[in-house]
């Protein structure tokens, strides 16, 4: 069963850049699947963010497609994201998960992260 | 892009009461639909995909519907461990949007 852990700073300033990572174990970064990004803001609904293939291949949510980037790092066997340009509107707790067909079947634990001075 | 829309927001419900929650899709998405349920503190969790089949493990009560633009979930017998929020999204191509999420209480 694959187990992934997100890790990152809580806390970030506003106009700053948020970086996180979202480390794989018990399975490969490199198998045939995606791997996704979903936040959520304290008390509101889920927003997908967007997915990374192990090739690099991405494809982001258009509201946030001009300020997100993901990365693979198959040495490490983990993915992340690099959210730029931040407000308060970002704070929320951000999920990395790894989608079989298309689904999210196994998620992280979720790493709360806060924009503020 | 696609929007997702469920109805209600939230509802309240006694238990073993029968509860229907309704996801449209503002373009068709032949039934590429999932259900997810988020229990209060905890991690989202694949309840039905392909719109109407059950992930394993799923109580029989949960049953989904439809195709195309318009989706149900319906839990035939509310239970008090079904309190949580559910959200649909759509699965067939990025940006794979979620629906708003319905609340659902136990009156």
């Known amino acids: 069963q694959v187990q992934l852990q997100e890790s990152g700073p809580g806390l970030v300033k506003p106009s700053g850049t948020l970086s996180l990572t979202c480390a794989v174990s018990g399975d490969s970064i490199s198998n045939i699947t995606w791997w996704t990004w979903v936040r959520q803001p304290p008390g509101k609904g889920l927003e997908w963010i967007g997915e990374i293939y192990h090739s690099g291949s991405t494809n982001y949510n258009p509201s946030l497609e001009s300020r997100v980037t993901f990365s693979v790092d198959k040495s490490k066997n983990q993915f992340s994201l690099k959210l730029t340009s931040l407000t308060a509107a970002d704070t929320a707790v951000y999920y990395c998960?790894?989608?079989?067909?298309?689904?999210?079947?196994?998620w992280g634990q979720g790493k709360l992260v806060t924009v503020s001075s | 892009d696609i929007q997702m829309t469920q109805s209600p927001s939230s509802l309240s419900a006694s238990v073993r009461d029968r509860v229907t929650i309704t996801c449209r899709a503002s373009?068709?998405?032949?039934?590429?639909l999932a259900w997810y349920q988020q229990k209060p503190g905890k991690v989202p969790k694949l309840l039905i995909y392909?719109?109407?089949t059950l992930q394993s493990g799923v109580p029989s009560r949960f049953s989904g519907s439809g195709s195309g633009t318009d989706f149900t979930l319906t839990i035939s017998s509310l239970q008090p461990e079904d309190v949580a929020t559910y959200y649909c999204?759509?699965?067939?191509?990025?940006?794979?949007?979620f629906g708003q999420g319905t609340k659902v209480e136990i009156k």
């Open positions: 373009q068709g998405i032949y039934n590429y």
């Open positions: 998960a790894q989608q079989y067909s298309s689904l999210l079947i196994s």
């Open positions: 999204q759509k699965y067939n191509s990025a940006p794979r949007t």
């Open positions: 392909a719109a109407s």
